[in-house]
């Protein structure tokens, strides 16, 4: 199962770079709900890794999701779901909860790393709620 979310993350951050340079100024390549669906099942995954003490899984899925994270800040300037740049929420909501998850993960501090994931959910969700999106994270 992991294999083939690893497969498929990879292949859409593959598909994602190769469309760069064909999107028009200003416009994203794939709308956000796309990428707020990949986050999902990384989100997911993350959570699966750390009940399992699955310290490499957790940091590559923690890793992809702060890469798709970057993705959506660089992407998402303007949307008609965002009252401001994504950047703006992921430098204010979502850096250092995911800079915090990845250090307890790395010292495989699993009472940290369970205290950070809740509050990257927290945040994702107030970035949510921010925005009147009625999808929520879930633990």
Not at 20 to 35: H, N, R, V
Request: proline share 2%; charged share 30%; net charge neutral.
């Amino acid at each position: 199962m992991k294999v083939l979310v690893m497969g498929i993350i990879v292949i859409m951050m593959m598909l994602a770079d190769g469309c760069q340079a064909e999107k028009p100024i200003g416009e994203p390549f794939k709308d956000l709900s796309e990428q707020m669906d990949v986050l999902a099942i990384l989100q997911g995954s993350i959570g699966t890794d750390l009940q399992k003490n699955d310290w490499e899984g957790a940091s590559n899925m923690t890793r992809s999701m702060d890469s798709v994270l970057k993705i959506c800040s660089e992407d998402f300037i303007k949307h008609q779901r965002l009252k401001e740049p994504f950047r703006e929420f992921y430098e204010r909501k979502m850096e250092r909860s995911i800079g915090s998850l990845l250090r307890s993960i790395r010292r495989r501090d699993s009472v940290a790393a369970r205290k950070s994931y809740e509050f990257l959910v927290k945040r994702c969700n107030s970035c949510h709620n921010e925005n009147d999106v009625a999808e929520r994270a879930h633990l």
